[in-house]
DNA sequence: TCTTGCGGTTGATGGCGTCCACGGCACCTC
DNA sequence: GAGGTGCCGTGGACGCCATCAACCGCAAGA
């Protein structure tokens, strides 16, 4: 990915919505130029697509929680992600270095789905124990940031 | 929000840059009033603007970490907002119930770099110890689903 | 030197965003 | 019940935008 994709991509993310022409402008390109370049990015998985962000009270998912998982053995990736993608309060799964072999993200509806969700992945075979710690407030929330790409001028 | 701006938020999740025509043949309304909707909803914050997305990776966040911090007495929202929004790296911060006070998200683009933030966060006055986990690989990552919305009648 | 291919520009056209005026509908007041 | 009022969707008009095809320049390699 080339310097004027990224500044494309950087112009994206602070207005997904913005015109090719706009955003052309902005780069130094033509609308068309522009559109072929998201268009060869998408294709190329560089980008995967366009959202809105919403607040995630707005949508329902009043609760979030954090659940560290501790396993018997180890445990493979693919494992995780057969096991976990089944269960639809799981937005996220890293596996990671430390006491825990992996972190899971969990947003739900209510208390009672949390719970639910936590009993759903205890009950996997290689998981020994769980550690939940429920979102009280969140503090800071920030979109991603166009990377300061190390040695860059924006 | 009612039950049509759900499904137009629902939309735009999956498709953040669809015609206003297109969303509006979905929902059973026309164009313009579809964009009213979708600016009144931006004027009073229920959708907070669009974005591209894009994998951390290529904008330059080679390395991901949670940092568990813990604090002497205790610590309010606030303290923890004024002390790391001037971080870069810190991308979420949530106050958590359990062993650890805050739950720190941190997006770097080189392990020196996340010890670096890692001692950024460390030397705050209430902060007594922190515990890293480094992202090892990301094992799921789910874009936010439009929220099945526990118990409502439309 | 000639060729080949990548990447940008130009120009044309159909569709879309965007604004305005109008119309129904529910709710409230008299 | 009549009339007023505010909300919300529709229809139409206008200008801009997305989109595609054709063309052009330039660099690399034969």
Redesign the pocket.
């Known amino acids: 990915m080339d310097a004027?994709n990224r500044k494309i991509v950087g112009h994206l993310l602070r207005d997904g919505?913005?015109?090719?022409?706009?955003?052309?402008d902005a780069v130094?390109?033509?609308?068309?130029?522009?559109?072929?370049?998201?268009?060869?990015m998408l294709v190329r998985g560089e980008i995967s697509g366009f959202t809105v962000r919403v607040a995630p009270e707005e949508l329902g998912w009043e609760i979030e929680a954090y659940v560290e998982i501790f396993c018997r053995g180890n445990i493979s990736p693919s494992t995780l992600q057969r096991d976990l993608a089944p269960i639809p309060e799981v937005v996220r799964v890293d596996t990671v270095t430390g006491e825990a072999d992996a972190i899971v993200h969990v947003m739900a509806g209510s208390m009672t789905d949390i719970e639910r969700t936590v009993e759903a992945i205890r009950t996997h075979a290689k998981v020994d124990k769980t550690r939940t710690s429920i979102v009280m407030s969140r503090v800071i929330d920030r979109p991603p940031r166009a990377g300061s790409m190390n040695g860059e001028v924006p």
């Open positions: 004027i919505r913005a015109t090719y022409q706009e955003i052309g130094g390109l033509s609308a068309p130029a522009v559109k072929r370049r998201v268009d060869l």
